[in-house]
């Protein structure tokens, strides 16, 4: 391991937030705090993105290791401890430093710290509280922090750090205990179910204190997400959207971020990528994922033992309508809302505009466009006044075959060969535009 | 009948002031006009009002339309009215018009089907969203004498929507945000309110004057966003979708 000494502050910055890039979640969304008059900063619910990187990823937060030291062998990770890579370490000073100076420029919404697991780790936890007991008491941080929990750190540690945070996480890294087993030897599926667990209570008990106490201190009042790596073990589509139904229904995540594996390591137990990272079916999970959170779908209606993995030519959701035509097609003016969701093409702002504006009038064709509705995917699947838009036949080859010559609106890029992935927006309707956050969702 | 068009200042006082007149005028919708400024072609068997800006009257006609068309269609109006587009005073008026013959005004901005709602509806869209990019996008720059100064270039007058967000996120800092495109400050004192001071330029001299680790931090936040893009995800064509070329030019990391 090289340990650079009397490394600048600028050399550090560049090796730990290098070692932290891989870690998806960027969102500075779930909490809405004004500041009142008080030190530094505030935030918003929707978040807000501050620039976006090459890789066309939001930066919203200052995203960076305490240190990439690690005493784990991780074997996807560029930060293990076999690897030879250079190391360094931030002092908490140093971090504070760099958020408060980016923030007072308006370059962040706040921070986003993770770690990589120096000595043991409580020791690095610890590390981590002091650091935002100095931000949120000495410097009078207001903004956003999103920190992680450290496997295998006492649950007195992370409830400490829980009440100076906006959002903990700490990640699933992969599907099934024994992916886990074989790529992470040093981890295992308990001592990352278990904080989860712990910061669930905690999200809970804090809640309920504050509808008694207003002032009672908030515990991770933006809530907690989780993150797992996709393609670098051998689960399908269907079992991994079906762990993420079950944080979102057991462990009441708010976020399951998915992350393309890439292939920073040499190791037999790795599997090779020559088309690189697996981002179409990364987008197919937020693609499934967002209609887990906000359209009513289940796991089980999307895929299925028999059909375990989604398909690349449709999203999930033109998938599901492809497979149900005898519910379509619906009537626009009579439909309730989340049958109108079900519609490809219609997303959940056009939804809600819809259901308001039919009670003004009786709405044409004409109108779904301005909606925000896809019109050349939903024709096949509406109605407006008990007319389709064109004579069309309710077939599955026929609709298929000519939803194929409407290009799906895929991220730039994953259409043509160089497949890469794009950030998307948390509205339906990517072309007006709105908040852009978070990895994935997206019109569908 | 001839047409009668109303010819009012850019403001939202000014367009005000030409709602009321026009309203007052007792014609029918299709006879009836409203513009920004000098309507470029003048054509024949039309009547040409110019409308004095009058603030007791913008007044009083804003007073009434936040009770007839609620919250929601009163801000539909004030963000319609922070827009460069020229038919947006027009628009305006033709929504107000679709709202005050509604049984229940306050539901105006559901009526999307309405060509003028739904107009307004999209122009406050496209400005409310322009502002919301500026609250992400904005850089400021530390100057000597400590003032954090920004420069931005807008297509919509979007400062009044900017200013309070930043007013309560850098209360105990003393901030400018110039807009150069319309000569329009934000300017904000530690510990005090924020206002808009028009018709002063910025000093350059003094703009350029910057405090002493003002470098070193744009280059610390130039080397992180370098730093933390995945290579093997490259995409600036993704890149410039969610961050067009427009906003950049007064961005640090792309300077
Ligand atoms: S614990 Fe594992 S994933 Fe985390 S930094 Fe160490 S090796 Fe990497």
């Known amino acids: 391991m090289k340990i650079q000494q009397d490394m600048t502050i600028s050399e550090k910055l560049e090796i730990l937030s290098d070692a932290a890039k891989y870690d998806v979640a960027c969102t500075s969304s779930g909490v809405d705090r004004k500041n009142g008059g008080k030190g530094m900063g505030n935030c918003t619910a929707p978040g807000i993105c501050h620039s976006f990187s090459a890789d066309g990823r939001c930066i919203s937060l200052l995203k960076i290791l305490f240190t990439n030291e690690c005493i784990f062998d991780c074997k996807y990770c560029i930060n293990r401890s076999s690897n030879d890579v250079k190391r360094a370490s931030f002092t908490p000073d140093e971090i504070c430093s760099l958020t408060m100076e980016f923030y007072k420029r308006n370059y962040i919404e706040g921070l986003f710290l993770s770690s990589g697991v120096l000595y043991t780790p409580n020791y690095t936890m610890e590390l981590i509280y002091q650091t935002l007991l100095k931000l949120r008491t000495e410097h009078h941080f207001m903004g956003y922090i999103h920190v992680k929990a450290i496997p295998g750190a006492d649950s007195g540690l992370i409830e400490k750090t829980g009440f100076l945070a906006d959002r903990m996480s700490i990640n699933l890294e992969l599907p099934t205990a024994e992916s886990l087993r074989i790529l992470a030897p040093h981890k295992n599926r308990n001592a990352i179910l278990n904080p989860m667990r712990q910061i669930q209570q905690g999200i809970t008990a804090s809640r309920n204190e504050i509808a008694v106490f207003r002032n009672a201190p908030k515990f991770v009042p933006a809530g907690q997400s989780t993150q797992m790596i996709i393609g670098a073990t051998p689960e399908s589509d269907y079992q991994i959207v079906s762990v993420a139904e079950s944080l979102y229904d057991k462990f009441s995540l708010k976020r399951v971020f998915y992350s393309a594996f890439v292939q920073v390591n040499e190791d037999a137990a790795l599997p090779a990528l020559p088309g690189g990272p697996p981002l179409l079916r990364e987008h197919r999970l937020y693609q499934a994922d967002w209609l887990l959170r906000f359209y009513g779908f289940k796991a089980s209606e999307l895929l299925s033992e028999e059909r375990p993995n989604f398909n690349v030519l449709f999203d999930p959701k033109c998938d599901w309508a492809l497979r149900h035509l005898e519910i379509f097609p619906v009537e626009i003016n009579r439909a309730d809302y989340y049958t109108l969701l079900r519609v490809p093409g219609i997303g959940n702002k056009s939804a809600l505009r819809i259901v308001k504006a039919r009670r003004m009038a009786v709405l044409k064709f004409e109108d779904l466009q301005r909606m925000g509705v896809v019109l050349k995917r939903a024709l096949y699947f509406i109605t407006c006044s008990g007319k389709m838009m064109y004579q069309t036949k309710i077939e599955e080859d026929y609709i298929a075959r000519n939803l194929l010559n409407v290009k799906e609106r895929l991220p730039a890029d994953i259409a043509g060969g160089g497949m890469t992935f794009r950030q998307l927006s948390l509205f339906d309707d990517v072309n007006f535009g709105g908040t852009i956050n978070g990895i994935g969702g997206g019109q569908i | ?255």
Request: net charge negative; charged share 30%.
């Open chain 2, 1 to 255: 009948m001839n047409q009668k068009i109303f010819i009012c200042e850019d403001s939202l006082d000014g367009i005000m002031t030409a709602l009321h007149e026009a309203l007052y005028s007792g014609i029918d919708r299709e006879y009836l006009k409203i513009c920004i400024g000098d309507e470029g072609n003048f054509t024949l068997f039309s009547e040409y009002i110019y409308v004095e800006t009058d603030p007791e009257k913008a007044e009083k006609t804003a007073h009434m339309l936040r009770l007839r068309l609620g919250a929601e269609g009163y801000y539909g109006i004030c963000h319609a009215a922070m827009s460069f587009e020229e038919d947006k005073a027009d628009a305006i008026l033709g929504m107000v018009m679709t709202g005050l013959s509604m049984k229940d005004g306050r539901m105006v901005m559901d009526h999307i089907s309405d060509k003028a709602v739904g107009r307004v509806f999209e122009l406050s869209r496209t400005v409310s969203n322009e502002a919301h990019h500026h609250l992400g996008f904005i850089r400021f720059r530390e100057l000597k004498n400590g003032v954090l100064l920004s420069e931005i270039t807008p297509k919509n007058d979007i400062l009044t929507l900017v200013a309070p967000h930043f007013e309560d996120r850098l209360g105990c800092e003393d901030w400018m945000i110039y807009d150069r495109n319309r000569s329009l400050f934000a300017v904000h004192r530690r510990g005090s309110r924020w206002g808009i001071v028009s018709g002063e330029t910025l000093d350059m001299d003094r703009a350029a004057e910057l405090s002493e680790r003002e470098e070193e931090f744009q280059d610390l936040w130039k080397r992180f966003c370098s730093s933390v893009s995945i290579r093997e995800r490259e995409n600036t064509e993704l890149q410039q979708q969610n961050l067009p070329l427009r906003f950049r030019k007064n961005m640090t990391e792309f300077e």
